[in-house]
């Protein structure tokens, strides 16, 4: 009885609060003339309109829970002098303001919207140009990022920022952003239980998307492109990559997907297409490759090392130039029901498996692993020769690293 | 020279052996349009058919032709006629009409299917550009080794073991000195290779524009800043050019002092 009462008094609390909340309007001839002078007066669940118009202002704090709306696509223009807005309280929400020149400094991280130690935060359809650090998350727990534009102006990685970054975060959604031109299109370090999803990065400097000592994150269906080096995820564990395409990832350091210290993790229907290397994995263990796209790539797969049990399942692998690349003789990982493109056999039975088992690792990209300017021999018929004679009777290239059962027709992966 | 050139030539087109040719690459270019149904792939497959099959076809034809119409040039040399304009006619004629018979036997096809239309046009051009050139040189060589050599079977020999050594050995040798000197820095040396050996050189140029997500790997940026910038295209086309030069002046020499 004593329980329901307490209930009923908190619905009561909840539908009277907004009746008490006002809107506070900002424009050039309102009652307020700046976000600063709102967000000053503005009491607990207030909102805040802000008109169209320019608004010259940096360093807004935000130490209460109020709502900031855009009303007409108002402009804040951060003049390069600093941080925009910081935002020090719970259940914070600033929809659709555009933000521009966010200062640079190389002493402290200047960003378009910082979230300090709070929770239950909206970030959505904001709109950040010219920048330095985009939106930055510090401490910051159970809050979603939804729907931005972030489009940055970087030329060198010492001097730019990234798009969005988690530190110390747990718990996050980041969903349906756009981020060009940064350093890093997504940054996350110490940030657990993330999920990023249906995000667009391209264009960066760096990485479209760079992990660190982040565990239990999911990223699904993200689109990362033309970025100076692809996605690194880095020493983490139990990482869910589903459903996202990494493509045009060129150049002399560039992969789709660099793997390091990676254990525990998924890597299910993604598509690499047109890497220098699809994925790059390092010191991976425990690893499940189901059901990826790999086309043409330069090296669809590069194991360096300390890889172990690793799957690699029912996976395309469609004219790259090298289908998989290892530099050791040790293998510990399995190759099965992959269709390769690359392949030669026979299938007497017709049950769709190839009866001879499928080498995916050639003796020259052994060989240009231990010498790189062999490149240049590539394709050649003495290279053909060499590798033929390999594939019947493996020296160099790991023995036990066969395909045994290789589809004889690309796999059509379920839509789910 | 250019009367000698002409009747070589309509000598060979009407041969069999030039139909023969041409329907083998018409048959080639549709057989892969239809198979593959993606015209920048038939062109990679395409790649690996001219540089091995362009010059192995070359230096036979040469050779053959040669030793075939010795008849023929036995009775031009009769004539008040310049020796070195007999051979060099000779081997216009031979060169051209295998070039003609590779540039309309694949081009045909690929037209059709439209290659006009296709990204993959400046591809497939430089494909052919490299395939006729490779033809000039192979014959040149071959009738080099034909004017050196009255023996039938030295001459077929020693063409056949040049094609294998530019196509083949080479790139054994090649390899072997990189992994022999890996410990050393091998990017110009490695240039100079491939330019030295023009089915190398073909292959490196076609490949830069399929293969290169491979080749820009952190050594192909080395390949890729040379062979892929104009300058780079200029001198590695001038190179081939050279490669067809340096023997047609060859035979203009041997064929001045050519006796029967």
Not at chain 1, 42 to 60: M, P, Q, R, S, W
Not at chain 1, 113 to 134: A, C, D, H, M
Request: contains cysteine; hydrophobic residues 45%.
């Amino acid at each position: 009885m004593k329980n329901l009462f307490y209930i009923a008094f908190i619905f009561l609390q909840l539908s009277l609060s907004p009746s008490f909340a006002q809107n506070l309007e900002v424009c050039a001839s309102c009652e307020f003339t700046s976000i600063t002078g709102a967000v000053e007066i503005a009491k607990d669940f207030d909102t805040i309109l802000v008109k169209k118009g320019t608004y010259k202002e940096y360093n807004i704090g935000i130490t209460k829970p109020i709502t900031i709306i855009a009303e007409g696509n108002p402009v804040i223009d951060g003049e390069n002098k600093g941080e925009i807005i910081t935002i020090q309280a719970d259940n914070v929400t600033i929809d659709g303001l555009h933000i521009i020149n966010v200062g640079t400094s190389y002493t402290t991280d200047f960003a378009a919207v910082r979230v300090v130690k709070s929770e239950n935060f909206l970030l959505q359809n904001l709109t950040l140009e010219r920048l330095f650090f985009g939106i930055y998350l510090e401490k910051a727990n159970n809050g979603k990022i939804l729907n931005n534009t972030i489009i940055g102006d970087a030329v060198e990685e010492f001097s730019s920022g990234n798009g969005i970054q988690l530190w110390h975060c747990k718990n996050v959604e980041v969903r349906g952003n756009k981020v060009k031109k940064v350093r890093d299109g997504i940054y996350l370090e110490f940030s657990d239980e993330i999920t990023i999803s249906n995000n667009i990065s391209s264009n960066n400097l760096r990485y479209g998307l760079h992990f660190m000592f982040s565990n239990h994150d999911t990223y699904v269906n993200n689109l990362f492109e033309n970025n100076g080096a692809g996605v690194a995820v880095m020493f983490s564990k139990f990482i869910k990559m589903e459903g996202n395409t990494f493509r045009k990832n060129w150049g002399t350091a560039s992969f789709g997907l660099l793997l390091k210290e990676i254990n525990d993790s998924e890597i299910i229907n993604n598509v690499f297409e047109e890497n220098t290397v699809g994925i790059n994995v390092e010191g991976s263990n425990r690893v499940n490759y189901f059901h990826n796209d790999f086309k043409n790539n330069g090296w669809a797969l590069k194991v360096r090392g300390a890889c172990y049990n690793n799957i690699f399942k029912e996976n395309n692998f469609l004219y790259n130039s090298f289908d998989v690349s290892y530099n050791s003789r040790l293998n510990d990982n399995k190759f099965e029901g992959n269709y390769w493109s690359n392949y030669t056999g026979y299938d007497l039975n017709r049950n769709g498996i190839g009866d001879v088992p499928y080498r995916p690792v050639k003796l020259f990209s052994y060989i240009v692993n231990r010498t790189p300017e062999t490149i240049i021999l590539l394709r050649s018929l003495f290279i053909d020769i060499i590798d033929f004679s390999e594939k019947v009777s493996p020296i160099f290239t790991p023995d036990n690293l066969v395909d045994k059962n290789p589809m004889l027709k690309p796999i059509h992966h379920g839509t789910n | 020279m250019f009367k000698i050139l002409k009747y070589s030539f309509f000598d060979l087109v009407r041969s069999r052996w030039s139909y023969v040719y041409f329907l083998f690459y018409l048959l080639l270019g549709i057989v892969l349009l239809f198979l593959n149904n993606d015209l920048s792939k038939a062109v990679i497959t395409l790649m690996n058919v001219i540089i091995i099959l362009v010059p192995l076809i070359g230096t036979i034809f040469g050779v053959m032709y040669y030793y075939n119409s010795r008849e023929f040039t036995e009775l031009l040399l009769a004539q008040p006629v310049k020796r070195s304009s007999i051979f060099l006619g000779q081997y216009f004629g031979v060169a051209f009409s295998l070039a003609m018979s590779l540039v309309i036997g694949l081009g045909l096809p690929f037209v059709f299917y439209g290659i006009f239309n296709s990204s993959a046009i400046w591809d497939f051009s430089l494909l052919l550009i490299t395939g006729a050139l490779l033809t000039f040189i192979f014959t040149a060589l071959a009738f080099v080794i034909a004017l050196a050599n009255e023996n039938k079977i030295k001459g077929f020999g020693y063409a056949i073991l040049l094609w294998l050594f530019m196509a083949v050995i080479y790139d054994g040798l090649f390899l072997m000195s990189l992994i022999y000197f890996e410990d050393y820095p091998l990017d110009k040396f490695s240039l100079a290779a491939t330019m030295l050996n023009p089915v190398d050189l073909s292959r490196v140029l076609i490949l830069l524009k399929l293969d290169i997500s491979a080749l820009l790997g952190y050594t192909g940026a080395v390949f890729q800043k040379f062979f892929g910038t104009n300058l780079g295209l200029i001198l590695s086309t001038g190179m081939l050019v050279l490669w067809v030069l340096i023997p047609t002046g060859i035979i203009y020499r041997m064929a001045k002092r050519k006796d029967f």
